[in-house]
């Protein structure tokens, strides 16, 4: 038989090296910005446009390349950084594996500008598809500007693969927050699509902190130092009362390069062990300086995971190190510098005006003319469904505050169902009014979680929360698409924090909270002023709604705005829904077996479970065979 194996060209090898290195546009983001740390530059430019997919421009003013090796540079394997295989136990440098601008060329169209000190000209270099298109001498400043555009041209299905530009640009942000929080002593410039994110000045490691997440981040600080042998710990967690449900906040940087360490995480969490509740993230951001010579990172492409000779010792440290900061904050007042109003990010939006909210309200409204719930009745608003009955969850029989803790002990609830709420609520969601003529009794309420009731044919076991969700969410749907929310005005507004990221998804997303009954204003960089929440939601939870509605925003997947509104409608409902443990009085009991078989899809809740179950009297009849 002939021989049939060749060796693969390069610019085939390239694409392929391309996929390991190249994920989406955020991977080129990562590996220009830390090739630019690399070149020793002290200003570092960052310029995307459509979320990376056409346009990102790294601008550095490093230390250039000669001619010869701006054509070298994009061969593969071809590093200035080590020279022998025992270099790469003594690394200083963020690359070393040579591949980064080899695959990014193979897979784009690349302009390369670039000048060294030494020269009085800069070389002006142009690669599509690993393919040289020209090489020119031109008069450009001394370092260096990679422009990747077109990403993926050469391989539709990659390029297709790419999120909504919203979603690219988030994984891009992510990049750009590590890398500038892992060097504060130099400064980072971030435009997108032509206006200014982020504009950090050289400062020290806790401004950094401050600059990326807004001002509020600052007096959330506890710091952590400790030094030993093995290893120099450095940085600062966040109070326990800080700790979120989502993740994200967690960074761990060792020299200088920021890494993703389950082990090392769990040590952390190990640490706030006791001080925050069961399925929240305590956040972190921990420098660990270590001998190079004692940590392997060349074990991934794109090099976030290291290994570390001595895992043990460090998750040790670690712990101890964290617990035993935690436990001073509370006494030794935490550092602090002078809040600089300068310091915080100045955000794109910082000049814009916030769109008016356009939710009508009825001005003759006087909130003190009943002690019921206060509805503007506007016409906006009197056409509201019958849940305008929902009334906060009754807690004036101290009798019912015993109830929850007795469910809680005969009841082994799962901790699905208690995502939101930690401790079980008691009351009803619906007004009491309708208690006033008992509706025959025709439900009940079983261990605090299903209510049956009756049918024709046998009976019917509605799983609450879930039903409930489902009645919210088709609230909610048709709300947003009818654009008929009942808003309550809030007579004081709440001023809320958010860093500066949430405030640019709070943006996004501001319409369609404003057509769920959502009013506020973003009125700083990082503040936002609620002046109206929809009817079904109380003030002491909106921040808890927004925090949530955002981290699900960030989640989703496609950035259409069908997913939008649906994953909104999905958060709201899962958040504001009865959950396992909730009293429900008779009247509510029944307004909710009504609403539910009044809904579209009664039978699955927004989350695609079943909402109830049907047992018949011929089930029955079969268990007494
Ligand atoms: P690595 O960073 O692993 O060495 P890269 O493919 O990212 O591999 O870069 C190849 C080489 O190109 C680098 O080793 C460096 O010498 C040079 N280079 C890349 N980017 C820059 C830059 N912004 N300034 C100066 N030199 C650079
Ligand atoms: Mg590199």
Not at 165 to 179: G, K, M, S, Y
Request: with cysteine; aromatic share 8%.
């Amino acid at each position: 038989m002939a021989d049939i194996i060749k060796l693969l060209p390069d610019h085939v090898a390239n694409q392929i090296a391309a996929g390991e290195v190249v994920q989406r546009p955020a991977s080129v983001v990562k590996e220009l910005l830390e090739n630019a740390i690399d070149a020793g530059a002290t200003i570092i430019k960052l310029i995307v446009k459509d979320g990376g997919k056409n346009l990102i421009q790294v601008v550095d003013n490093g230390k250039g390349m000669s001619a010869t090796d701006a054509r070298l540079s994009f061969e593969r394997h071809a590093t200035s950084k080590i020279q022998k295989a025992e270099d790469l136990f003594n690394l200083n440098t963020k690359g070393f594996r040579g591949e980064a601008l080899a695959s990014i060329a193979a897979i784009a169209h690349v302009e390369l500008l670039t000048k060294t000190d030494l020269d009085e000209v800069g070389t002006q270099l142009k690669i599509e598809g690993s393919k040289v298109i020209s090489q020119e001498v031109t008069v450009t400043p001394k370092g260096t500007s990679m422009l990747v555009k077109n990403l993926f041209f050469n391989i539709p299905a990659r390029r297709n693969f790419l999120k909504s530009n919203q979603v690219e640009l988030r994984h891009i942000t992510d990049e750009f927050h590590r890398v500038a929080l892992a060097h504060p002593n130099i400064a980072f410039h971030f435009y997108n699509n032509g206006s200014e994110l982020f504009n950090l000045p050289v400062v020290n490691f806790r401004k950094r902190i401050v600059q990326v997440f807004g001002g509020k981040a600052n007096s959330k600080l506890v710091p952590v130092n400790e030094e030993t042998q093995v290893v120099k710990i450095s940085g600062f967690v966040k109070k326990p009362e800080f700790a979120k449900k989502s993740r994200g906040e967690q960074f761990f940087f060792v020299n200088d390069r920021f890494i993703k360490s389950p082990y090392l995480h769990h040590a952390i969490v190990a640490a706030f062990e006791g001080l925050i509740k069961t399925n929240t993230y305590p956040g972190y951001f921990l420098c660990l300086e270590v001998d190079p010579g004692t940590i392997d990172i060349n074990i991934h492409p794109t090099k976030t995971e290291v290994k570390f000779d001595d895992e043990h010792t460090l998750y040790a440290l670690l712990r101890s190190t964290v617990k035993h900061s935690l436990g001073q904050f509370s006494v030794v007042p935490s550092i602090d510098f002078e809040q600089d109003p300068n310091l915080d990010t100045p955000y794109s939006y910082k000049n814009k005006e916030a769109k008016v909210p356009h939710v009508t309200v009825d001005a003759s409204f006087n909130p003190f003319a009943n002690d019921d719930v206060a509805i503007p009745k506007s016409s906006s608003t009197t056409k509201s469904t019958s849940y305008t009955n929902y009334s906060k969850p009754n807690t004036k029989g101290w009798e019912n505050l015993y109830e929850g803790l007795e469910s809680k002990k005969e009841e082994d609830i799962s901790f699905s169902s208690m995502e939101f709420e930690s401790e079980v609520i008691t009351g009803s969601i619906f007004k009491e009014e309708n208690a006033v003529e008992e509706p025959a009794t025709t439900t009940f309420q079983l261990r605090r979680k299903y209510i049956v009731t009756t049918i024709k044919s046998g009976m019917v076991v509605i799983d609450q929360g879930r039903a409930h969700q489902r009645v919210l969410y088709e609230k909610f749907l048709k709300n947003i698409t009818i654009q008929e929310a009942v808003s309550q005005q809030l007579l004081f507004p709440l001023t809320m924090h958010f860093s500066t990221s949430d405030i640019a998804i709070l943006k996004e997303i501001q319409g369609q909270l404003i057509t769920i009954g959502f009013a506020f204003k973003i009125v700083g960089k990082d503040v936002v002023e609620i002046t109206g929440v929809p009817l079904q939601v109380a003030e002491s939870e909106v921040e808890m709604i927004l925090e949530q509605l955002i981290l699900d925003y960030q989640m989703q997947i496609s950035g259409d705005s069908f997913s939008q509104t649906d994953s909104l409608a999905k958060t709201l409902s899962k958040t504001l829904s009865v959950k396992t443990g909730t009293v429900l009085d008779a009247a509510s009991q029944q307004a909710l077996v009504n609403d539910l078989f009044a809904c579209k899809e009664p039978t699955l809740s927004p989350f695609k479970k079943p909402t109830y179950v049907t047992i018949t009297e011929n089930d029955i009849d079969k268990k007494f065979i």
